[in-house]
């Protein structure tokens, strides 16, 4: 049985089923077994005779991607609301799930709702008014009242993820190297970072110990020399210049 609170629940409907007995209720799935005065919520039952065929509302509020939207009951023969699915079954034994009429429920996936159905309660006729809640129709001689509710949106893990990479503090961003300055404006105070940031850009310390004996590197079949060694292989005076011009 769900009782009547003032208080929200804290997860909407995510699906809505029928069974045959009160034993035979999935696992996790709420049973609405009396209305709200303690009678029998049977929703089949005879109103002159006692009938050995029960039916039983019931539903689930696990979380999970769709949500129950919306709820009514219609007759058997009318059109079915555009939208809506029927339950047509019982979930137990897949038999006739109502007599005369038909229950229709209209599922939206979570993220794309705004409100949704966090309780279903039955009352008698005598005793026909709930607080925050709404009436979708009535079945042998009971209402079956549903309270709306906006949905929660819950962060998706990338979110999260995204989130808490904004809130941790950046080592990188506060490391400086000797060899690159930070690019900062001045003006604006707006920091520039590119992907280059923090990599140190020196000259390997081998190069620095004896820069005049330089080995010779051979790319590809080219020589790479010093500049001492390229003024010593092609030094020119220009001799025979200077003498034409005397």
């Not at 609170?5 to 009160?22: F, R």
């Not at 034993?23 to 303690?38: E, F, H, I, N, R």
């Not at 689930?60 to 023969?77: A, F």
Request: aromatic share 8%.
């Amino acid at each position: 049985m769900s009782e009547v609170s003032d208080q929200l629940p804290t997860e909407p409907i995510s699906a809505v089923g029928v069974i045959t007995s009160l034993s035979k209720a999935p696992d996790g799935y709420y049973v609405v077994a009396q209305t709200t005065d303690g009678s029998d919520a049977d929703l089949w039952k005879d109103g002159l005779f006692k009938s050995k065929v029960t039916r039983y509302l019931c539903f689930n509020r696990k979380t999970g991607p769709d949500v129950v939207v919306d709820m009514k009951l219609t007759d058997i023969k009318d059109t079915l609301p555009e939208g809506f699915a029927p339950v047509q079954e019982t979930m137990d034994t897949k038999e006739t799930a109502m007599k005369k009429r038909r229950l229709c429920v209209k599922i939206s996936p979570r993220a794309a709702a705004e409100t949704a159905v966090y309780d279903i309660q039955i009352t008698t006729k005598s005793k026909y008014q709930l607080v925050n809640y709404t009436c979708i129709g009535e079945v042998n001689n009971m209402g079956v009242w549903c309270r709306m509710g906006d949905v929660p949106k819950h962060q998706s893990s990338q979110e999260e993820s995204s989130k808490a990479t904004s809130d941790a503090p950046s080592d990188v961003a506060s490391q400086k190297t000797t060899s690159r300055p930070d690019y900062v404006n001045q003006n604006s105070g707006i920091y520039t970072m590119t992907a280059l940031d923090d990599v140190p850009f020196m000259i390997s310390e081998q190069f620095f110990e004896n820069p005049k004996e330089m080995q010779q590197v051979n790319l590809m079949g080219i020589t790479i020399k010093s500049l001492a060694e390229i003024e010593e292989e092609f030094y020119y005076n220009f001799s025979a210049e200077r003498s034409i011009a005397v």
